[in-house]
């Protein structure tokens, strides 16, 4: 996230509270002092911390790219935060576009246990919270207050102050012959909050912005223009909508560069995500998934930011990257209390165990989630944790498992009851699935972006009418939101399959396809909707003409096949309608089992 300007004077009253509140004394040498150590649990990549809003529990996302920290117009409502307005002209802009906020006042706001009172947040954009649970999101007003290490591979951010270390090598986790990078960042200030500095992407020089509330690192149009790669190169494929904290979103693209050089780190044949404009101040998010494959030192201090890296893959998260870099010796200032041996608590196998997964090393991930589990045997997020890891592994009943023992031990743990129910779908048990999905629907917040899934979650268990009232509910606090347009698709959807109120269908679909891109999958899905709910009214030859242009768009849409194939019957095509379902069925042979539930067949 971009700020198009900030005229904000509570930010720098904010970095100064916090930072007197964070200080200690450190000696005249090169002295480095661990100020505060922010566990950090993986949630896919999304970086999470715990907090406390006014004494309840919360967590944010970690989000080094954003220059304010931000609460969802949802998370306010629900914490009930008195909303005023933000300084007149003020505007955020992100990948979305660009957003209007409002300012919340949170009473007591406490982190790494240290109470800060009367801090602001901005309010408002599109924070999808959806598989995180989080409030919102922390940005550079929290982590630009000192030298931040971001070790998000062993679940750790730390708070470090440096004391006449003006030309020292602060990556004091190096040993003697390691490998490590340095690269020149620019001055952090409250007017330049962000963490820049260049890269070189097949040799040409781009502005990069480091950035872990970007999932996946992603260069703009230009970076990769200038670097010889557009979106009709050899190789590239479309890689869907890219959204941030406007409404809107942007279409992206992959493609392979043949190199991508940081400081003395190159990765090679890097396949990067590119696409739309991100500013005119960067041409590159570098993303979590780089803060995850290496140990990231920003010294505010000294302007630079070192980093080693961990191994794997750094930018293709399901793929190895060959990784050159230079190797020196180093001096060791290890910050007051840090640790060099390996003596771990459950919480700390648990946080890397949710690392691990995140990278998609599964087979690290059971290791210290099993541990974590064993030494813990009462924490119900290792256990969840574990079971995702078990989904992800293809390990159903391994996974039930641990979701029910998540559940025996937090009867209204949301996030475990949801993944329960989606187990129970794909098992066609629709009955135990209701149990978990209503649990859902009785336990969170009315504001929560979890019920956009639950809505979801509801049409795949054949029960349309509760997935709308669903998406009613979360509409309502997510105006704002990027996902309103697919909101608005599956709610057509959902109105056709329950065959009432068509018309209000038929609007909610045309309203999707006003945002969404032509030729995306999106736009074939929204089609395929659309034409449903005129199939539904009897209006079999405009349905034809929109299965048409959807199949055009996705030839592998099986349930489009199928569907034409049936309102063709109904016009007396019988042949060709034959033909389709024959060949929708050869596609994918239970295509036909919700509309048998449904009571239409051929």
């Known amino acids: 996230m971009i700020s198009e300007f900030l005229r904000f004077s509570r930010a720098a009253v904010l970095l100064t509270a916090i930072s007197m509140a964070l200080s200690v004394s450190a000696g005249a040498a090169c002295k480095m002092s661990k100020m505060a150590e922010l566990p950090v649990t993986m949630l896919g990549l999304r970086p999470l911390i715990d907090a406390k809003i006014n004494n309840k529990d919360v967590r944010f996302e ?35 576009g660009i957003t209007k906020p409002s300012v919340a006042t949170v009473d ?21 919270t959806l598989d995180s649970g989080s409030a919102g999101l922390l940005g550079q007003n929290v982590f630009g207050v000192s030298d931040v290490e971001y070790d998000l591979a062993n679940g750790k951010i730390r708070f470090i102050k440096s004391d006449d270390c003006p030309r020292a090598m602060l990556a004091y986790w ?23 500095s260049s890269a070189y992407l097949n040799g ?39 959204g941030g904290i406007g409404t809107g979103a942007i279409k992206s693209y992959v493609g392979t560069f043949s190199s991508f050089k940081l400081g003395d780190e190159e990765v090679q044949r ?29 010294a505010t201090s000294q302007h630079k930011m070192y980093f080693t890296y961990n191994g794997g893959p750094v930018f293709n998260l399901s793929a190895q990257s060959k990784v050159e870099k230079s190797a020196e010796p180093a001096e060791d200032h290890a910050p007051d209390g840090a640790d060099h041996a390996e003596n771990l608590e459950a919480a700390d196998y648990g946080r890397r165990g949710a690392a691990s997964a995140a990278r998609r090393d599964f087979e690290h991930a059971l290791a210290d989630l099993n541990r974590a589990c064993e030494l813990a ?45 989606e187990l ?102 929204v089609l ?57 069925l050869k596609m994918q042979p239970g295509v036909a089992d919700q509309f048998n539930r449904l009571g239409i067949s051929p």
């Open 270 to 298: 890097a396949k990067l995500r590119f696409g739309g404009s991100l500013g005119i101040d960067t041409e590159m998010l570098v993303g979590a998934d780089f803060f995850l494959s290496h140990r990231v030192y920003v």
């Open 174 to 196: 190096v040993g003697g012959g390691q490998a490590y990078s340095v690269v020149d960042i620019d001055p952090i200030s409250v007017y330049h909050p962000h963490i820049t």
């Open 62 to 96: 970690v989000d080094s790219g954003a220059f304010y920290s931000m609460i969802s117009a949802a998370s306010a409502a629900e914490l009930n935060l008195k909303i005023g307005a933000a300084p007149y002209g003020m505007r955020v802009t992100g990948i979305g």
């Open 424 to 525: 129970r779908i794909k098992a066609k048990d629709f009955a135990g699935a209701r149990t978990d999905l209503d649990a859902v629907d009785q336990y969170a917040a009315k504001q929560a972006d979890i019920r956009f899934e639950l809505a979801q979650d509801y049409i795949a268990a054949d029960l349309p009418a509760l997935a709308i009232a669903q998406f009613d509910a979360w509409m309502i606090s997510h105006k704002q939101d990027a996902k309103h347009r697919l909101g608005l698709a599956r709610r057509c959807w959902a109105r056709a399959l329950q065959n009432e109120n068509l018309d209000e269908a038929l609007s909610d679909c045309d309203a999707a396809i006003q945002g969404v891109y032509e030729k995306s999958p999106g736009y074939s899905d």
């Open 377 to 421: 045997a009462d924490n119900p997020e290792f256990f969840f944790e574990r079971g995702v890891v078990y989904v992800n592994t293809d390990k159903p009943q391994l996974a039930m498992k641990d979701f029910d023992r998540a559940l025996e031990l937090k009867p209204g743990y949301v996030l475990a009851l949801l993944n329960r129910a």
């Open 204 to 242: 040409t020089k781009i502005a990069v912005t480091f950035d872990t509330g970007a999932n996946l690192s992603l260069l703009s149009l230009r970076a990769a223009a200038r670097a010889g790669m557009d979106p009709k190169s050899t190789g590239v494929v479309e890689a869907g909508l890219v």
């Open 108 to 128: 007591v706001f406490t982190l790494a246990g240290i109470p800060v009172r009367n801090m602001q947040f901005l309010v408002g954009g599109s924070l999808d």
């Open 528 to 584: 395929g909707y659309h034409a449903f709910v005129r199939y539904r009214m009897g209006r079999y030859d405009k349905a034809i003409a929109d299965y048409n242009d959807a199949f055009k768009l996705d030839p592998k849409a099986a349930l489009s096949l199928y569907s034409r194939g049936l309102a063709k019957i109904r016009v007396k095509r019988n042949a060709e309608g034959e033909a389709d379902i024959a060949e929708a």
